[in-house]
């Protein structure tokens, strides 16, 4: 047995299957290591938590290429600029290489990530030199069927034939076209695996935030849903694997009900990664605060550069004069860029601004330097003094101050480019890294998620933490993050002081997610979930982490799922549930009582109509209940993450907290109308209920049924059609509703954290 595979055998839980490590992947991983910036072979394939390796155990626990058909999903979580595309590409390659023949990669929401994406995967698996083992289609369309038939025909045939990569754009219409080419095209004996980039994107769309604000919802985001399921009914053999940078609570929960996820796998950085934890909580030295007067705005206008602009400046010079003193010389050398990112506001009039004040300093810096060092060299030296003390401070080896200027003169300044990089018609499209060494780059929202740039050691980010666009999460910004221990110490961070907090906040968030992650990786996300909310690690998640977003519970306290009737599989289990804790929940805290027993309802005449077990504990009702419940609907899956989280940030505080559970009709079957929404006819057996609440008996109506001092869960059964009043009419039957209720005074505490995107 060799290394790989015993490191493989050992793993808990097992994998399904062992992927192999074959000719393709392997000429892959060696042209890999050949990157000027890239890890040698050996870094890449040996150890349990090599690129390899973990590709192998993420591959391994999706659906075996040699079963018929079914599905699997699975979660892969990585760090910002960790290597989450080194490691789906490893995947890809193992896949081709054990006997897949079809491999879709849902390649960002915005044409330039899709680009970007596109043209990695072609240049990294051969496609851009013509190779014998892929072929490549982008956003297919009915006209691409022929060829889609041809190849996968012919792959059929023979499997070492090439295997199709389809790229595709993740938005709805470029979703149906792919889903209805494929459709037609006979994949029952092709093994396919989708990868979905940035997968958290596919969950939230640009609006989200604000829509929930308003509690409102927009169809295109649940279009996206729609139709990555839609694109996933017409493979018959495939894993989906969901790729992220970003595992908040409710992305993995809202998620996990949705697309079923049934593991969750995470991307060891190597040894030379930096992430949040290294800048803002053990280094801390490495974060310069920019004082708000220095950042411009309506009404703080500047004349000039600001001076933390030019001391960041000032670093970054130094910084890439020891890089020309020590770096490895030649075409092969390994890193051969330092870069500077000046990433201010969104709007590109900013970016022009700093460009500006960039172009003029480094020509001051220039002219300076190379006039005064040969005659008055202790000006120059005094000019750059702080920063250079500085930088020995945290790089012991840095080279003397004196041999730096030198190399400034001799090299930097001449390899130089300051270039913008944003979506106007004079910016950069495609930075060439291969030009110069030596780059510095404004701009905004492209610096943002996906886009990379090389060797960067000094970020000067003016951008506030207050006014972020939809798209726009804190942790995306983090474009320092990265493979670069080796020169850490010459790495400076220049933001404001509220985003230097908000960072500090956010990592520390970060860090216990992907601890709770590893407890459980390979397991169900279940399991994850549960662990997460049902014990302390949810504590240090703070309702004001930035990158996360508030929502109040809506002013009448009830939440109440719309559509909770999708797939048959999932009613059957929620009435299978519903029986078992009312059982259960009979024996441990009844009997029942009729609701009129309660002092809140002594004027009913005569009994109520409901029932309700007065005190359960709440942790009984969230553990054995509401984890448990399916929610399939987008919307209603987002808003029982909601529910949970809300629930679990109350127990947190007071952990004996109990609540009262009505059991509406004493759970006789009702009946509720469905009515046109979420895309659907009211004929359609997904469409939303009309309404959950309806009057009851006496002047009490439904929604009186909750306490004022308590979480009140109510559960009942309808039946579904569209004839309001003929409950004969119902096509779907026996479906078991939910509604719960935060009382007001647990209200004022609670904010639900939410992702911004």
């Known amino acids: 047995m060799n290394t790989s595979v015993e490191i493989l055998s050992t793993i808990t839980p097992s994998l399904r299957w062992l992927p192999e490590l074959k000719g393709f992947t392997r000429d892959f991983l060696r042209a890999k290591s050949q990157d000027p910036n890239g890890p040698s072979y050996e870094d890449l394939t040996q150890g349990v938590d090599s690129v390899l390796h973990e590709a192998q155990r993420i591959l391994g626990r999706c659906l075996p290429p040699s079963e018929s058909e079914g599905r699997e999903t699975g979660l892969v979580v990585g760090y910002v600029q960790s290597g989450k595309t080194m490691s789906f590409e490893t995947v890809i390659a193992l896949a081709r290489d054990n006997g897949y023949g079809l491999v879709i990669v849902l390649a960002g929401t915005k044409n330039n990530l899709r680009n970007q994406s596109e043209h990695r995967l072609r240049k990294d698996l051969g496609i ?7 072929s490549h289609i982008s956003n297919p369309t009915k006209a691409s069927l022929n060829k889609i038939e041809t190849r996968i025909g012919a792959w059929v045939k023979k499997s070492g034939k090439k295997s199709l990569l389809i790229t595709v754009l993740k938005h709805g219409g470029h979703l149906e076209r792919l889903a209805d080419v494929l459709s037609k095209v006979k994949l029952s004996d092709v093994p396919a695996l989708i990868i979905d980039d940035e997968s958290d994107q596919a969950s939230l769309n640009t609006k989200a935030a604000k829509n929930r604000k308003l509690h409102v919802f927009d169809d295109e985001r649940s279009a996206t849903y729609e139709k990555i399921l839609n694109l996933r009914a017409v493979l018959p053999h495939h894993s989906y694997l969901q790729y992220t940078a970003t595992p908040q609570a409710n992305l993995l929960i809202a998620q996990a009900d949705l697309l079923n996820a049934s593991f969750a796998e995470v991307i060891t950085p190597g040894d030379a990664y930096v ?53 490895e010389k030649g075409m092969s050398g390994k890193d051969r860029n330092r870069s500077m990112m000046v990433h201010p506001a969104l709007k590109t009039s900013s970016h022009k601004e700093y460009k500006a004040w960039v172009d003029k300093a480094k020509a001051g810096i220039t002219s300076f330097v190379e006039g005064q060092y040969p005659k008055n060299p202790a000006a120059v030296i005094k000019f750059f003094a702080d920063e250079y003390e500085s930088l020995l401070s945290s790089e012991p080896d840095l080279k003397s ?16 480019l300051v270039v913008e990089v944003n979506g106007t018609p004079d910016a950069e499209k495609n930075i060439s890294w291969k030009e110069t060494k030596y780059w510095i780059l404004v701009g905004g929202a492209k610096l943002d998620r996906g886009y990379t740039v090389e060797g960067l050691c000094v970020t000067y980010m003016p951008r506030p933490l207050g006014g972020l666009p939809a798209a726009d999460t804190l942790q995306q910004r983090a474009r320092f993050f990265g493979y670069k221990k080796r020169y850490l110490g010459l790495c400076r961070v220049f933001v404001q002081p509220s985003v230097q907090l908000a960072f500090t906040e956010y990592v520390e968030h970060e860090e216990f997610v992907r601890s709770a992650l590893v407890k459980h990786r390979g397991k169900p996300l279940t399991e994850w979930r549960r662990d997460f909310v049902l014990t302390d690690l949810l504590r240090p998640t703070r309702p004001n982490i930035v990158g996360l977003g508030s929502r109040r519970v809506p002013a009448n306290g009830w939440l109440v799922p719309n559509v909770l009737q999708r797939d048959e599989a999932a009613r059957q289990s929620n009435r299978e549930l519903l029986l078992e804790v009312v059982e259960s929940w009979r024996l441990r805290f009844g009997p029942v009582k009729n609701a009129s027993e309660l002092s809140k309802f002594s004027t009913l005449n005569g009994r109520s109509p409901h029932d309700v077990f007065d005190g359960v504990p709440l942790r009984v009702v969230l553990d054995e209940f509401l984890l448990k419940i399916i929610v399939r609907d987008p919307r209603d899956a987002e808003e029982h993450s909601a529910m949970i989280l809300c629930l679990s940030i109350l127990l947190s505080r007071n952990e004996g907290l109990m609540a009262d559970v009505y059991l509406m009709n004493k759970l006789n079957v009702g009946y509720r109308t469905r009515y046109p929404g979420r895309g659907l006819p009211a004929s359609h057996g997904d469409a939303p209920i009309n309404q959950y609440f309806s009057q009851s008996e006496g002047s009490f109506n439904d929604r009186d049924y909750c306490s004022g001092e308590r979480v009140t869960l109510q559960l009942r059964r309808f039946n579904l059609g569209v004839t309001a009043r003929d409950r004969k009419s119902a096509d779907v039957s026996d479906v078991t509703w939910f509604a719960l209720n935060i009382p007001g005074r647990m209200k004022k505490m609670l904010l639900v954290e939410e992702r911004v995107m």
């Open 401 to 416: 101050l004196p041999d730096l200027i030198a190399a400034l003169i001799d090299d930097v300044f001449d390899e130089l």
């Open 128 to 134: 851009e030199d013509g190779g014998d083992d892929w």
């Open 275 to 327: 992430g949040g934890k290294s800048f803002f909580l053990d280094n801390r030295n490495l974060i310069f605060q920019i004082p708000p007067e220095e950042v411009p705005g309506k009404d703080n206008i500047l004349n000039g550069p600001p001076k933390s602009l030019l001391k960041s400046l000032r670093f970054f010079l130094l910084a890439a004069a020891h890089h020309s003193l020590t770096r």
